[in-house]
Antibody, heavy 118, light 107 residues
Framework: QVRLKESGPRLVQPSQTLSVTCTVS????????VSWVRQPPGKGLEWVGA???????DYNSALKSRLSISRDTSKNQVFLKMNSLQTDDTGTYYC????????????WGQGVMVTVSS | DIQMTQSPASLSASLGETVTIECRAS??????LAWYQQKPGKSPQLLIY???SLHTGVPSRFSGSGSGTQYSLKINSLQSEDVASYFC?????????FGGGTKLELK
């Protein structure tokens, strides 16, 4: 059974760094691409970045300078780090599995709601 | 970036009714389009990919169509469990972008 589960802090102070972990089961991160997608409260979805099954990454150019996505294949985990957080980074952060080698998502985690506030 | 414009932003319909949601891309996306359903407090779920292919397990009352810059999601015979927000996503070009969403409610 495919599952993804995000974990991380619920509250982050402005200018600090967000670190979120996506722990997957039912598939290997070396066999499928994984993306991060975020959603501000009551708003739409924004693709943040992806880590390909081979280990390389791609980032949304709007966020690239603040982003790092990595993984631990031995633990089947994917990590998101975003620095210099501002209040408009508040939202739910999801990790999502790509369907095959496609660029859309067939399984999503439950998401972690992150509030950026002092 | 390719802009995805969804309409309407909200929609109220009756049980059994047919509903259509539109998504317009700022340039041709060559059928590189997916539709997702997101119920309140839940994560998005894939409905349609490649503009018109139904994802496994999705009821056949959902269908997708379109080409070029104009795409639509149709829900036939609306059920109470279809109350949700719906988002389109283009994956033709980076960065992959989503529409603003359509919130579907029961009348």
């Amino acid at each position: 059974q495919v599952r993804l589960k995000e974990s991380g802090p619920r509250l982050v102070q402005p200018s600090q760094t967000l670190s979120v972990t996506c722990t997957v089961s039912g598939f290997s991160v070396t066999s499928y691409h994984v993306s991060w997608v975020r959603q501000p409260p009551g708003k739409g979805l924004e693709w943040v970045g992806a880590i390909w099954k081979g280990g390389s990454t791609d980032y949304n150019s709007a966020l690239k300078s603040r982003l790092s996505i990595s993984r631990d294949t031995s633990k089947n985990q994917v990590f998101l780090k975003m620095n210099s957080l501002q209040t408009d980074d508040t939202g739910t952060y999801y990790c999502a599995k790509h369907r095959g080698s496609r660029y859309y998502f067939d399984y999503w985690g439950q998401g972690v709601m992150v509030t950026v506030s002092s | 970036d390719i802009q995805m414009t969804q309409s309407p932003a909200s929609l109220s319909a009756s049980l059994g009714e047919t509903v259509t949601i539109e998504c317009r891309a700022s340039e041709d996306i060559y059928n590189g389009l997916a539709w997702y359903q997101q119920k309140p407090g839940k994560s998005p779920q894939l409905l349609i990919y490649n503009a018109n292919s139904l994802h496994t397990g999705v009821p056949s009352r959902f269908s997708g169509s379109g080409s070029g810059t104009q795409y639509s999601l149709k829900i036939n015979s609306l059920q109470s469990e279809d109350v949700a927000s719906y988002f389109c996503q283009q994956y033709y070009d980076y960065p992959w972008t989503f529409g603003g969403g359509t919130k579907l409610e029961l009348k």
